[in-house]
């Protein structure tokens, strides 16, 4: 039996969840609205057994290939992650993507790096709060959403923040997106669109359907011309912090 729905506002659309048990709840506890009218209601989305019997033949599949063993079949950790899917698939028709990444604000202006998991997104973050202090912001530290609008792309936080939890219920505009790779030396350099799009296109969530992946791309592209995009080879090193915030400030489009 389902749970009493409750409401959230993700990505400055309020959507109305309802949850298969009660712990749904307390993780979007920082995304939480008031009840809304019904008519200021943008979506509604349900976590169903089914919906969780296809997350965990999902999850089944992907282990049996060797592939994300950090997954697990147990319903408390796939009801977060069946209401980012769906939420997802809501949210892609209002121009947001949900791209795996670690984005951080620092002095009110975004900032985003990808990669694949385990190369090093979050430490690299932490490198930045420790060279600006307060003046950086986490937004999120796995999995930010962007909006894509016709006056730029902004970034905002999301209940899907990685092992460290960190993230902020806010948005701010989206300034560079870094692609990121371990180097013994610390070097950026801006790259064109058509050289991130491949990597872009494997960190984003994407729908199932072709209908749904050409938005996607739709989506990236007209990302990519709004953004600056670079490329970061880095060690862990706190210079690295140094130079990737110099390469993404000072090369920005007028």
């Not at 048990?21 to 307390?26: K, V």
């Not at 920082?30 to 009218?37: C, G, W």
């Not at 670690?102 to 979050?122: H, I, N, Q, R, T």
Request: glycine content about 6%; some cysteine; proline content about 6%.
């Amino acid at each position: 039996m389902s749970e009493t729905p409750f409401y959230v506002k993700l990505a400055d659309r309020t959507i109305r969840i309802t949850p298969l048990t009660p712990n749904l709840i307390h993780f979007c506890a920082d995304y939480l609205v008031a009840e809304p009218l019904e008519t200021d209601i943008d979506f509604s989305v349900a976590i169903t057994r089914e919906v969780i019997a296809a997350e965990q033949a999902r999850a089944k599949a992907l282990l049996a290939k060797g592939k994300a063993p950090w997954l697990n079949t147990s319903e408390a950790y796939l009801e977060p992650l069946a209401l980012a899917r769906q939420a997802a698939t809501v949210l892609l028709d209002c121009d947001v993507l949900l791209v795996h990444g670690s984005c951080l604000s620092l002095d009110g202006e975004g900032y985003m790096f990808v990669a694949p998991s385990g190369v090093g997104k979050s430490t690299h973050a932490a490198l930045w709060r420790e060279q600006f202090g307060e003046r950086v912001v986490m937004i999120n530290d796995d999995r930010p959403y962007l909006k894509v609008t016709d006056g730029g792309v902004f970034a905002y936080g999301a209940p899907w923040n990685g092992a460290h939890h960190l993230d902020t219920n806010t948005c701010v505009p989206l300034k560079g997106l870094c692609l990121l790779a371990q180097d013994e030396m610390n070097h950026i350099e801006p790259i064109t669109l058509e050289e991130a799009y491949p990597w872009l296109f494997r960190q984003t969530w994407r729908p199932e359907d072709a209908a749904g992946r050409a938005q996607v791309l739709s989506l990236l592209e007209r990302l990519g011309r709004q953004v600056d995009l670079y490329r970061l080879r880095c060690n862990m090193e706190p210079e690295a912090a140094l130079i990737a915030c110099e390469g993404m400030r000072g090369t920005q489009r007028e």
